[in-house]
Antibody, heavy 121, light 107 residues
Framework: QVQLVESGGGVVQPGRSLRVSCAAS????????MHWVRQAPGKGLEWVAV????????NYADSAKGRLTISRDNSKDTLYLQMDSLRTEDTAVYYC??????????????WGQGTLVTVSS | DIQMTQSPASLSASVGDRVTITCRAS??????LNWYQQKPGKAPKLLIY???SLQGGVPSRFSGGGSGTDFTLTISSLQPEDFATYYC?????????FGQGTKVEIK
């Protein structure tokens, strides 16, 4: 069955960097677009970024542009989110999600359990 | 950006009740409207995609409808395991956006 396991969350100071990962199993990772979605404590869901199955196409939320970078390593079945110049408003649970499609994303078909990133001094 | 507005923000209902949640988009999104259920401390779960298609394994008491800018999620007979927060989501254009959520509570 599809499994997505996020890791790498933790407490980080404002202005610092952090990389979170999502290890995929139970499906052919290289055949699907992947997303990051975040949820601030007690708040709703916010889409962050998407990457196509081959990594050639990426899209970002305005809040992520220039600071958050999505990438993937299909040889390791792993999705990444590099987060630079972190702000307190980036504090959230970060979920990875698998799309239905490879190139033109459609919806979040499967979700990981999330990893908490806390930006605080 | 396309704004998604859900109503109500919360509702109280009893087991067996019929519940309808509405979602309005700020512009037409064709049928690129999806619904997710989230329970406390858990990841969201896909219920309905493309307005009215039921994800595999989701009970048939859940249904979706609508078109253009106005959409609905209906639970025909509320069950104890349905108490959760529900989110609509548009995948018509980037940036993808969610409604603010509807919390369904026990009356």
């Amino acid at each position: 069955q599809v499994q997505l396991v996020e890791s790498g969350g933790g407490v980080v100071q404002p202005g610092r960097s952090l990389r979170v990962s999502c290890a995929a199993s139970g499906f052919t990772f290289s055949n699907f677009a992947m997303h990051w979605v975040r949820q601030a404590p007690g708040k709703g869901l916010e889409w962050v970024a998407v990457i196509s199955s081959d990594g050639s196409r990426k899209n970002y939320a305005d809040s992520a542009k220039g600071r958050l970078t999505i990438s993937r390593d299909n040889s390791k079945d792993t999705l990444y989110l590099q987060m630079d110049s972190l702000r307190t408003e980036d504090t959230a649970v970060y979920y990875c999600a698998r799309d239905l499609a490879a190139t033109y994303p459609e919806y979040f078909q499967h979700w990981g359990q999330g990893t908490l990133v806390t930006v605080s001094s | 950006d396309i704004q998604m507005t859900q109503s109500p923000a919360s509702l109280s209902a009893s087991v067996g009740d019929r519940v309808t949640i509405t979602c309005r988009a700020s512009q037409t999104i064709n049928n690129y409207l999806n619904w997710y259920q989230q329970k406390p401390g858990k990841a969201p779960k896909l219920l309905i995609y493309a307005t009215s298609s039921l994800q595999g394994g989701v009970p048939s008491r859940f249904s979706g409808g609508g078109s253009g800018t106005d959409f609905t999620l209906t639970i025909s007979s509320l069950q104890p395991e349905d108490f959760a927060t529900y989110y609509c989501h548009q995948s018509y254009s980037f940036p993808w956006t969610f409604g603010q959520g509807t919390k369904v509570e026990i009356k």
